[in-house]
């Protein structure tokens, strides 16, 4: 009789990030967090060890089965990431990383004054996590990204991220999706070498993030279960 493996072991990242801009003020976004809250919920439901690393929302995960590791700025979620991806089976990451920071400059005060000319805050990029993880994955681990793209270039634009970050699945949703309690997704894979992305699947319309939690890890389960992962072998 062989073993039964245990269940997957899930990563998933959720809401915005707080970049400092001085040690009172932050740039931020207007990602609630509540899609990932719910995909962490629908994974405990299912069994699969599940650990959340949310950003700083308001909301919160109060569903004691999962592990959920608060942070609060890009390079706090990183230094996460660096413990928790080569752990995981299947990394989902949800969380609305900033593309830019303030630079902030040494010896630069804790609170900027208020002056009579104007501040100028210098951005710098941030690091592509999801690409730097997909860079060192190992083998068999499904890695899932998000892209908030405006309706009318979604698909392309998804289609180059996926390209670009190396992962299996983008989740592609329209900019109406953040801080709503609904979504309308189209998952991304890529296509044959050379060939165009394909649609591995898409959401009837606009659905409730919870349902829209249990329609995403159906098509998870069935990869997870196809790359010989734990969830072949669970009863
Ligand atoms: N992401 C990331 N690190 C960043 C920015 C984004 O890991 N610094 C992840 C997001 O969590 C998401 C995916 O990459 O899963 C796409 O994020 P998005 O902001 O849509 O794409 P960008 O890489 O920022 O590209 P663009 O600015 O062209 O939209």
């Known amino acids: 009789m062989s073993p ?7 990563c998933i990242t959720a809401g915005p990030t707080h970049e400092p ?3 009172v003020r932050y740039l931020a976004n207007r990602s609630s967090g509540r899609l ?3 995909i962490a919920q629908a994974a405990a439901d299912r069994g699969w060890r599940t650990c959340l690393l949310l950003g700083p929302t308001p909301l919160r995960c ?6 959920t590791i608060r942070f609060s700025s890009t390079s706090d979620l990183e230094a996460l990431l660096a413990d928790q991806a080569p752990r995981c089976d299947c990394l989902i990451m949800a969380a609305a990383v900033a593309d830019y920071r303030p630079l902030r400059k040494p010896g630069a005060p804790v609170k ?3 002056m009579k000319q104007n501040w100028i805050l210098e951005l710098e990029p941030t690091p592509d996590l999801l690409a730097h993880v997909a860079a060192g994955r190992r083998p068999g681990q ?3 990204g998000f892209a908030l793209e405006p309706r009318e270039t979604m698909l392309e634009a998804a289609g180059a991220k996926l390209a670009r970050k190396g992962v299996d699945l983008i ?4 900019l109406e999706t953040m801080d709503s309690d609904q979504i309308e997704a189209t998952l ?3 296509g044959k070498p050379g060939a165009d992305p394909v649609v591995a699947g898409s959401t009837p319309g606009k659905i409730t993030k919870t349902y829209f939690a249990i329609w995403l890890l159906d098509h998870l389960s069935v990869r997870l279960a196809g790359a010989g992962g734990s969830e072949s072998h669970r009863v």
């Open 188 to 190: 991304l894979e890529p």
């Open 112 to 114: 900027h004054r208020r």
């Open 36 to 38: 990932g809250i719910a």
């Open 171 to 174: 989740v592609a949703n329209p």
């Open 4 to 10: 039964i493996a245990p269940p997957p072991r899930l």
């Open 62 to 67: 109060s569903d004691t089965r999962v592990e």
């Open 21 to 23: 801009i001085d040690g």
């Open 142 to 144: 499904l890695l899932v």
